[in-house]
């Protein structure tokens, strides 16, 4: 079966025309094609029709009772195989169709709209001659069957491509969906075709949340290429990368979005299996406690529920805050961070929930508050547990009921927004003293999560270092720096009071130190005395004491074992040791 659309104009009477000619060629056998063609006429507004056209048709032994002219939203119902456009306005007009049907466009003589019952037959019967020409060219010459031929070869090549092909017009329709983007997703072409993009997939549809593509706003230059992860029809979860880009017509006009997407769930599971997985929305590690977060991390982003970030001062709490908002469906809007511990209370109460004019001195204009800023997106509370009693209990009504009243103002402001909060204070600790309230503890973590320290994660180091060596000597415009063997076995040593950000400002100062192209010991700052195994070098002959030199764990080792299968080279490169150490680490634990 063809399906062949007709697109009229205004008052649908070039559709009628050329669908009651073609009815009539078809009912007398006329067209040298194998297949039954189904024509489908569509116009904006369907008006009767004047006798003059009833007339001109007769004339040619032709009735049109049996064409039915179709509301624009006839256009998203099924997928066609050839579009004719039967004038300028309706050319131009013509949407993104389901299918990506060929076109063939047809400028016909035209009638003003409104005026077609003051329209003469003589009109009529020139333009029922000229598509009556038109309909048996298309039909007798081998017109419609090289359009329609040319359709399915196209469609034939992308349906054999192993990667996954959607295509959404500007209101995120989507108009095509290839065999491999039903086979990644479970979803039959027929249930997508037509329906909204972000209603078909939840969490953001194909733009994963990042709000790419999604406003009208198609940048044209450069395709975006990221890491997702989509549920599929049957609750899957699945990672897949994505490239997207802009659709551009010939006038240089956006049109559409073209995303092309790859099933890397198996890849994904593996890497991490093996320990090759690195780094996750801006976060580094490998460690298994690492990898844990990662997970966690995806599973909530794409809820609303609060999160609260628990862990030492220096372990990337704000990090985590960040990825979880990069990851949900809000990233489109604002991720707005509030150092709670640095406001005292009076200025904390404004800063979070704004102010009018002449609430208290100093106030010479109305203020939004971090709330409103962060309406529809994330609002980051850092440092929650140095919040006094009296803010605590204002918090807890704007969890609670979504609301609040700016300082000086009696007007209710309602907000969406999802709150993260972070502290290094133990709260159930500070429940237990009366220092911090159990319902708003509960409030803000609904989903708890602890970040591990640098020194219990030391496979992660040497990972770290090299990442923060290289951004900082990037940022500096200098030649590659490394960082040398003995170097690197202090670094994994070291206890790490001040987590990755002591390591971070570790590595600034060597660079400091540092004017060759190798970082060694003496280049890395002096420790004061039981701090750490480095205390303080004379210089690069001076050797740390054997005993104090790797602090491995018999736990990090043998799962650093259990990743490799036993490779003991790959086992020294994840723990960031020599292999000689390595070596003497097992035979002095009796490590198989």
Known sequence: MIRLLFLSGENGYRGLLAEAILRHHVERANPVIDEMIEPVTVCRHPAPFPPALTSALEEIGIAHSFVTLHPPEKLLDGEYDVVVSLCNRATESCPMLPGNPERVDWDLEDVEDGSIADVGIETFRR?????????????????????????????????????????????????????????????????????????????????????????????????????????????????????????????????????????????????????????????????????????????????????????????????????????????????????????????LESELFGHVRGAFSGAIRDKKGRFELADGGTLFLDEIGDVSPAMQVKLLRVLQEGSFERVGSEKTVQVDVRVVSATNKDLREEIARGRFREDLYYRLAVVPITLPPLRERRTDIPLLAQHILKRFVEDEGRAPIHLSAETMDLLVSHVWPGNVRELQNWIQFALVKCKGGTIRPEHLPAQPQGTGPIASRKGPSENVPRGRRMKLSTSAVREALRRTDGNKLQTARILGVGRATLYRFLDENRID
């Open 127 to 347: 333009v029922r001659d000229t598509i009556g020409r038109l309909i048996v060219d298309l039909l007798r010459h081998g017109y419609l069957t090289a359009l329609v031929t040319a359709k399915r070869q196209a469609d034939l090549i992308l349906n054999n491509i192993t990667e996954g092909l959607m295509a959404h017009d500007l209101q995120r329709r989507i108009f095509y969906f290839n065999q491999a983007a039903e086979r990644i997703t479970e979803y039959p072409r027929s249930s997508v075709i037509g329906q909204d993009c972000h209603q078909t997939f939840p969490g953001g549809g194909f733009c994963g949340g990042k709000g790419l593509f999604c406003q009208g706003e198609f940048p044209t230059e450069q395709p975006v290429e990221r890491m997702i992860e989509i549920t599929t029809r049957t609750g899957e979860r699945r990672r897949v990368q994505a490239r997207t880009q802009a659709m551009i017509d010939r006038r240089g006009r956006a049109v559409g979005a073209l995303i092309l997407f790859h099933d890397l769930t198996r890849e994904h599971e593996l890497a991490r299996r093996l320990g090759e997985v690195e780094q996750f929305s801006g976060i580094i590690g490998r460690d298994i406690r690492m990898l844990e977060l990662f997970d966690l991390v995806r599973d909530v982003a794409d809820s609303s529920a609060s999160v609260l970030i628990q862990g030492e001062s220096g372990t990337g709490k704000e990090l985590v805050a960040a990825a979880i908002h990069r990851e949900s469906p809000r990233s489109g809007r604002l991720f707005v961070p509030v150092n709670c511990g640095a406001l005292p209370e009076s200025l």
